[in-house]
């Protein structure tokens, strides 16, 4: 099955890009995107204090509201409460577990993409080093300012050496 947009299947791309589309035989893993934001919501201080109003809340009503509207005994240990809360906690745990699958897999794109940005930063270190050593090789065949200099200076002296017999001449 051949995928009508690049950015369906791809993990390291941003929500913003991804195509989203109602068309069956397209995958865009919606319901992995959903679990995940679930997933993130429990993991909230929000989520835990609300989970706790919720839970303080049933466990008053039904402990001192008139007997005829209490839903849950406290007698029998709010049955429902804890049934609801057992709900709750196993549906919890396999989205969690979805999420941290579905971020395994995003770890493991960056963690290619970063294993061959490193190989692209070794080959370019490795070029410029045997560039570097080709111009000191080339450098070394080139006169330097200091020879040039000494050069100058010894043809200097020769120059000087040939006009001394010139400038003072010897009678006979």
Same mark, same amino acid.
């Given at each position: 099955?051949? =995928?009508?947009?690049?950015?369906?299947?791809?993990?390291?791309?941003?929500?913003?890009?991804?195509?989203?589309?109602?068309?069956?035989?397209?995958?865009?893993?919606?319901?992995? =995107?959903?679990?995940?934001?679930? &997933?993130?919501?429990?993991?909230?201080?929000?989520?835990?204090?609300?989970?706790?109003?919720?839970?303080?809340?049933?466990?008053?009503?039904?402990?001192?509201?008139?007997?005829?509207?209490?839903?849950?005994?406290?007698?029998?240990?709010?049955? &429902?409460?804890?049934?609801?809360?057992?709900?709750?906690?196993?549906? &919890?745990?396999?989205?969690?577990?979805?999420? !941290?699958?579905? !971020?395994?897999?995003?770890?493991?794109? !960056?963690?290619?993409?970063? =294993?061959?940005?490193?190989?692209?930063?070794?080959?370019?270190?490795?070029?410029? &080093?045997?560039?570097?050593?080709?111009?000191?090789?080339?450098?070394?065949?080139?006169?330097?300012?200091?020879?040039?200099?000494?050069?100058? =200076?010894?043809?200097?002296?020769?120059?000087?050496?040939?006009?001394?017999?010139?400038?003072?001449?010897?009678?006979?």
């Amino acid at each position: 099955m051949a =995928r009508n947009n690049r950015y369906d299947e791809r993990f390291d791309t941003p929500k913003g890009l991804r195509v989203l589309s109602s068309r069956p035989g397209q995958s865009n893993d919606r319901f992995g =995107r959903l679990t995940e934001s679930i &997933a993130r919501g429990m993991g909230t201080p929000w989520f835990l204090v609300g989970l706790s109003i919720f839970a303080v809340a049933w466990i008053v009503f039904n402990s001192f509201a008139p007997e005829a509207w209490r839903f849950d005994s406290a007698a029998i240990g709010f049955t &429902a409460l804890t049934l609801i809360l057992s709900l709750q906690a196993s549906y &919890a745990a396999p989205m969690i577990l979805l999420a !941290q699958n579905r !971020q395994d897999d995003r770890d493991r794109v !960056q963690f290619e993409q970063d =294993r061959q940005r490193a190989e692209r930063t070794l080959a370019d270190t490795e070029y410029l &080093a045997r560039e570097v050593v080709a111009l000191r090789l080339a450098l070394k065949d080139v006169a330097t300012k200091d020879f040039i200099r000494s050069e100058l =200076r010894s043809l200097l002296e020769d120059l000087e050496a040939d006009d001394e017999p010139a400038a003072s001449p010897t009678r006979e």
